[in-house]
Structure formats: structure tokens, C-alpha cells
């Protein structure tokens, strides 16, 4: 293994993330495990330099004050605790606050022994052995859905072992323009990935047909594309294991022991208790941009790793109210147009997200001189740091003509453009 580890325990802390970052930016790996890990399972964490007591506001869960196992004191790790008294660590162990760098440092590199050996080729290195060690000579089938996680994560897997990899590309006919192209380009042409394309385009929009509602959109796709998976899956044999794209805010957000859930996490979850996969998550312990990193250092392109985030259910939630195929083919040529048109003025690297919407009404125009009935086109180009709160981009005035005109020549069936000036709150970012 290349790289030193220090884990942090989670005893109720606010502050593991921060602290798991600081250490990483010292140049040492580090990893955030729940509290009530067994001694066996933290000597099974390779190259484990020193644990790290994390206490906090949230020490007490349920009437009851969390602890770690008596038995990990005497594995003999140096140790750390952070508002968390304890008596086994002598007193000068024992820190009330937050160390600061200085402290931090002593502790890594003096009392550890660490070496500031992380970086994503050391990280690639060893999580590639550990998914051999995991996975042997057996199968893995992998969700690839194009999106960033599960990218890398295909990536990651096809170092690892090559054609014991299944990808399955699912397209659900709600991508953006060419983006099931591209996944096979580069995972089946470039890659060499075992990757099956499944285009399911036709039988999710007969699903969707005539549904208005916004939310059982939502579970109408959620729930076909699980059972499309699993219908692949069950042709597929001598699988044992379920790739996930899983990243380490997924698991924040879906709650830790000690921190309640934000929102519940959806990756493939839902598979039949029939169809049971030991899990593969080479990414569960890093953030977005560390993803992103890891994803460049495996050769994925660039676009594909820097891409705005995309819903789930793609364009059916920009193609508003029942889908229709025609506005469904306006949304995305609009689409196609707005992101070409935002590289060319150098915006796709600055605004976080940026689409198109066409909403389910006409309006009257004209052209060639004839009266005509057509549905609009609305962009919405916003930042925001965690999609909680957005603003609007003040996209130059120029860019937004040549984008207006080029949609109302090229895209059918639409006859205006707007843009979309409303921040959220109250506006959410997306539409429905
Ligand atoms: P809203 O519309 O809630 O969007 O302001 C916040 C962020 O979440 C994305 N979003 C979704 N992502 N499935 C997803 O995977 C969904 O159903 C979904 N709805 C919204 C949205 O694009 C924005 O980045």
C-alpha cells in the first residue's frame, strides 16, 4: 500500500469533513469510520498511523453518550481525542479544541510517523488492490449512467480488473443531446469497457405518457429504470458484486450514527432481495473534487469529469407537465444549442448549471408572414455552492441574442425565447 492512513473516529462531531480535509491538505490520507468500529475492523484498514477521537456537539444520541470499543485502546495506535475526555489518552492528548495546524502537524508527522504520501496516484494505486483483494477473479455489474460518480467509478473498476467489469448504460430517451453517444465512445471504444447499452427510450415514454404530475414523473423513471437494470442483471450470471458511485456527502446526507439524515440517498438502491450484491465503492471516502481529480488521473476526458450536475430523470423535468415527443426534441435541441453557445463565451467553466425548459403551452407568433402557434424556450443559468440557495448568471447580452437567435432557427416547433430571472428562493432550480 502506498499511502499512510489517519482514521478519524466519528464521536458526535459537526467538524469531521473539515478535519478530514485539513489532514488531507497536509498531505496525508485520512478517513472518517463511525464510532462503534471493532478493533478487527480498523486493523483491517491498511497502513492505519494514528486514530483520532472526534467528539462534538453530537455525542449524545439517543439519551446515550456514544463511545468507542474499550478494545481499540489497546491496538496501539497513537491517539488524539478532540472534546472527548478520556482517560485512557494521557492529558496532553486530549484537546477541547479543534487542533490548529501546528498541533495537527505534530500529531501527523511526530507522533504518527506519517509520511505526506496522499495523492490520487498513491489513492488510485491502492484502491485499485484492495477492489482485486475485495473482488478476486469474480464479476461486478455497474450502473453507468454517465454522470461523474459512476464514471469514475467505471473507470477505477476497469483498471482493476478489466472485463470482470459489466457496465450497463441505460438510456432512459431523457439524455441530452449525444450523451448516451458519448458514454459508449469512451467506456466501450476507448476504454475496452464489458458494456451493455440498453436503449429503453421507447417504453419509458410510454410510462410517462399523459403524466403530468411532477413527482410521479420522478417515481415512473426511478422505478422503470430499476426494473430495466434488474432485467439485465438477470440475464447476466455469476455476478457477486454491485459497483456504486458512492461518495463520501452521499453518505453524510443519508445520515451517519451520530448526524441525522438531510435527504435520503437514491444511487440503485430498490433491487429485488433475490438479486443480492456485495458492494464495491472505491469512492465512498472522497469529496466531489477529489472525484472529479480521481477521474482525470484514470484518463477520463475532461467534459465528462468537470460536466454541470444533470437530474436523474434528465429532461423529463424540463420538458414540463405530460411529455410530448416534440417538446421533449425542443428541450433537448435547445439544450444542445444553449451549452454550445455558453463554451464558445468560455461560461461552462464559470456557471454552475444551465439549461432549457419548455413549458406545455403555446404561444402566437409569426413566420413567413403566417400566423403560428409554438411553445417557448426558457434558459435558466444560475450559481450556487450547495444548490440550497441559487442567484441568476448575468449572462452578457450578446451571448443571450445569438443563443435566441440561433434556437429560433434551428429548434421546430418554437416561436420565443426568455430567460429565466428568478432566484431560489423562492424559484426552486429546477422547474418541476
Ligand atoms: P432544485 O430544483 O431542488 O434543484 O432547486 C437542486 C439541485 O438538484 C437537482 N435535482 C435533481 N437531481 N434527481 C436528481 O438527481 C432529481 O429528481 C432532481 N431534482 C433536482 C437540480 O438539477 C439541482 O442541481
Request: proline share 4%; glycine share 8%; net charge negative.
Amino acid at each position: 500500500m502506498k499511502q499512510d492512513l489517519i482514521v478519524i473516529l466519528d464521536l458526535g462531531s459537526t467538524q469531521n469533513t473539515v478535519l478530514a480535509r485539513e489532514i488531507r491538505d497536509l498531505g496525508v490520507y485520512s478517513e472518517i469510520h463511525p464510532h462503534d468500529i471493532t478493533a478487527k475492523e480498523l486493523q483491517a484498514l491498511p497502513n492505519v498511523k494514528g486514530v483520532i477521537l472526534n467528539g462534538g456537539e453530537n455525542r449524545v444520541v439517543d439519551g446515550q453518550e456514544v463511545q468507542i470499543r474499550e478494545e481499540l485502546y489497546g491496538l496501539g495506535y497513537p491517539m488524539i481525542s478532540i472534546n472527548y475526555p478520556q482517560s485512557k489518552c494521557s492529558d496532553s492528548d486530549i484537546l477541547s479544541v479543534m487542533p490548529n495546524q501546528d498541533t495537527l502537524k505534530k500529531f501527523l508527522f511526530d507522533t504518527c510517523g506519517a509520511e505526506a504520501n496522499w495523492n490520487m496516484r498513491n489513492f488510485i494505486e491502492d484502491q485499485v488492490e484492495l477492489i482485486r483483494q475485495q473482488v478476486g477473479d469474480r464479476k461486478v455489474l455497474l450502473a453507468l449512467s454517465g454522470g461523474v460518480d459512476s464514471s469514475v467509478v467505471a473507470a477505477m473498476l476497469i483498471r482493476a480488473i478489466g472485463t470482470q467489469l459489466t457496465c450497463v448504460h441505460v438510456n432512459h430517451g431523457l439524455m441530452r443531446k449525444n450523451e448516451s453517444e458519448s458514454v459508449v465512445k469512451v467506456f466501450r471504444d476507448e476504454l475496452h469497457a464489458n458494456l451493455i447499452y440498453v436503449d429503453a427510450s421507447e417504453r419509458f415514454l410510454g410510462k410517462l405518457s399523459g403524466v403530468a404530475d411532477p413527482e410521479q414523473k420522478r417515481k415512473i423513471i426511478g422505478g422503470e429504470f430499476i426494473r430495466v437494470f434488474e432485467e439485465e442483471a438477470r440475464k447476466l450470471e455469476g455476478i457477486d458484486f454491485l459497483g456504486q458511485g458512492t461518495i463520501y456527502p452521499d453518505i453524510i446526507e443519508s445520515g451517519t450514527k451520530t448526524a441525522k439524515m438531510v435527504k435520503s440517498h437514491h444511487n440503485v438502491g430498490g433491487l429485488p432481495e433475490d438479486l443480492k450484491f456485495e458492494l464495491v465503492e472505491p469512492l465512498k471516502q472522497l469529496f466531489k473534487d477529489e472525484v472529479r481529480a480521481c477521474g482525470v488521473e484514470l484518463g477520463l476526458p475532461h467534459d465528462m469529469v468537470y460536466r454541470q450536475p444533470f437530474p436523474g430523470p434528465g429532461l423529463g423535468v424540463r420538458c414540463l407537465g405530460a411529455i410530448t415527443r416534440d417538446r421533449l426534441e425542443a428541450v433537448r435541441e435547445a439544450d444542445a444549442i444553449l451549452r454550445e453557445e455558453f463554451a464558445r463565451a468560455g461560461l461552462d467553466k464559470k456557471v454552475w448549471q444551465y439549461f432549457t425548459v419548455v413549458p406545455d403551452f403555446k404561444s402566437v407568433g409569426m413566420k413567413n408572414n403566417a400566423r403560428v402557434f409554438e411553445y417557448m424556450v426558457i434558459i435558466r443559468a444560475i450559481n450556487t455552492v450547495d444548490a440550497m440557495t441559487a442567484t441568476v448568471e448575468k449572462v452578457d447580452w450578446d451571448v443571450l441574442e445569438r443563443i435566441t437567435k440561433r434556437i429560433l432557427a434551428e429548434v421546430e416547433n418554437v416561436n420565443r425565447v426568455c430567460y429565466d430571472m428568478s432566484p431560489k428562493p423562492p424559484a426552486t432550480i429546477e422547474f418541476e
